[in-house]
């Protein structure tokens, strides 16, 4: 496995964890795709604008977010998909954890962007 790309999709997955990115619409476009599609854990499906909107009107409360057990499988040269587990913390509430996946595809400008990502909540 191509560790070098392993380390930047991880770090593509960590900047969307940040309460700045979330809130940011240029940073959000330059790392979701505009066919972008999120199954949320509730089964509904969520398009681009809908995320992009929600993520925007996220609060910024001192909510940390970490990811563990990551790991990427190539599907085709230029599509990874990304696995790993996850860790929201709001001080005062106990965790919220979850198994996530991505899929991140490049395209013709180099640039990896998220085309698909599902959040299920661990119990």
């Known amino acids: 496995?191509?560790?070098e790309l392993r380390d930047h999709i991880r770090l593509l997955e960590e900047r969307l964890f940040d309460?700045?990115?979330r809130n940011t619409r240029?940073?959000?476009e330059t790392l979701l795709s505009p066919d972008?599609?999120?199954i949320?854990?509730?089964?509904?499906?969520y398009?681009?604008?809908?995320i992009i909107a929600a993520l925007l009107e996220e609060p910024s409360d001192g909510t940390t977010r970490q990811l563990t057990d990551f790991e990427i499988q190539?599907?085709?040269?230029?599509?990874?998909?990304a696995t790993y587990r996850s860790e929201r913390i709001v001080q005062g509430e106990p965790p919220v954890r979850a198994l996530r996946s991505s899929i991140w595809r490049r395209g013709t400008d180099a640039a990896w962007r998220m085309v698909f990502h599902?959040?299920?909540?661990?119990r």
């Open 40 to 45: 949320g854990s509730s089964g509904r499906l």
């Open 26 to 28: 240029s940073l959000l």
């Open 1 to 3: 496995m191509n560790s």
């Open 74 to 81: 190539t599907l085709a040269s230029d599509v990874v998909l």
């Open 19 to 21: 309460q700045t990115v």
């Open 118 to 122: 599902q959040g299920t909540p661990e």
């Open 36 to 38: 972008f599609r999120e």
């Open 47 to 50: 398009l681009y604008e809908e």
